[in-house]
């Protein structure tokens, strides 16, 4: 079965639903705002005493923070109700309606779900990443664009490999709703670059959850920040965390009994 097929299927369907309420639209778009003027008030504080922060201007952050914005859609639109439901489904015995079918089992529950809704958060992430770039006075050139398109690119599929990693040790433990509120909360940081960070923390944003590749890596880009070598360190790992989160959950398919054990 051609898995891009199947992808736009579950899109379709996933619209679908969630046109059956659009007061959701209302309420993720008042979400939206809120979370918008809570940064830009981070913001007014943070310039209200310094002129830089480790070496950010005021639009360079705001460019943060619209990258910020923009995958905390793209996760909460596409990988964490999928993420979710894989928990669910682990939990009660019902992934074996998806073990049964004709696809990859990793394809099938990577796409079943599609908040619509949530892709609100995306839209206004773009705007404020443009209202920053005209703060900024910049020329997006093509290989600026190329990188930062690359480097949002392999941030998501990182991120979509933590947190299906983090998934599959329900194969073994029946609670791990509580890491994924941590996987969270260590997202929130990505608000700000991870340069201001202490290095133990730097390491962990970096290294065990890649929010610096998801946001400060795209955000650099933006800033003309963003060097050939970053963007191979940025291959290289999400290469890793492909090869790490698909080893762990082939082995956590292999412990699963079902609901017929």
Avoid: C
Avoid at 33 to 45: D, R
Avoid at 138 to 165: D, R
Avoid at 174 to 202: C, D, H, K, M, T
Avoid at 223 to 236: E, H, P
């Amino acid at each position: 079965m051609n898995p891009i097929k199947l992808a736009l299927t579950y899109l379709r369907i996933g619209v679908l639903n969630e046109m059956q309420y659009r007061i959701n639209f209302f309420i993720q778009l008042l979400q939206s705002f809120i979370s918008v003027a809570t940064g830009l008030i981070g913001l007014s504080l943070v310039f209200g005493q310094v002129k830089k922060l480790a070496g950010w201007s005021r639009p360079e952050l705001l460019a943060v923070m619209g990258v910020h914005l923009l995958m905390g859609g793209v996760i909460r639109s596409i990988i964490q109700p999928n993420m979710e439901r894989l928990m669910d489904d682990v939990r009660n015995g019902t992934l074996d309606f998806v073990l049964t079918k004709p696809a990859d089992a990793q394809i099938l529950v990577s796409v079943h779900e599609f908040r619509f809704w949530q892709l609100v958060d995306v839209i206004v992430g773009i705007v404020v990443i443009s209202i920053a770039f005209i703060q900024l006075n910049g020329t997006l050139g093509i290989l600026q664009f190329f990188g930062f398109l690359s480097a949002l690119i392999m941030g998501g599929i990182m991120l979509y490999s933590v947190w299906l990693m983090v998934t599959s040790i329900s194969f073994w433990v029946i609670r791990v709703q509580e890491i994924s509120n941590l996987f969270e909360g260590l997202y929130a940081a990505g608000r700000w670059p991870v340069g201001i960070y202490p290095s133990w923390l730097r390491t962990g944003l970096t290294f065990l959850v890649p929010v610096a590749f998801a946001v400060t890596i795209p955000a650099e880009a933006l800033t003309n920040r963003l060097t050939g070598t970053s963007l191979l360190i940025a291959l290289g790992m999400t290469l890793l965390f492909v090869v790490l989160s698909r080893g762990l959950w082939r082995l956590g398919l292999s412990n699963y009994s079902g609901a017929s054990s």
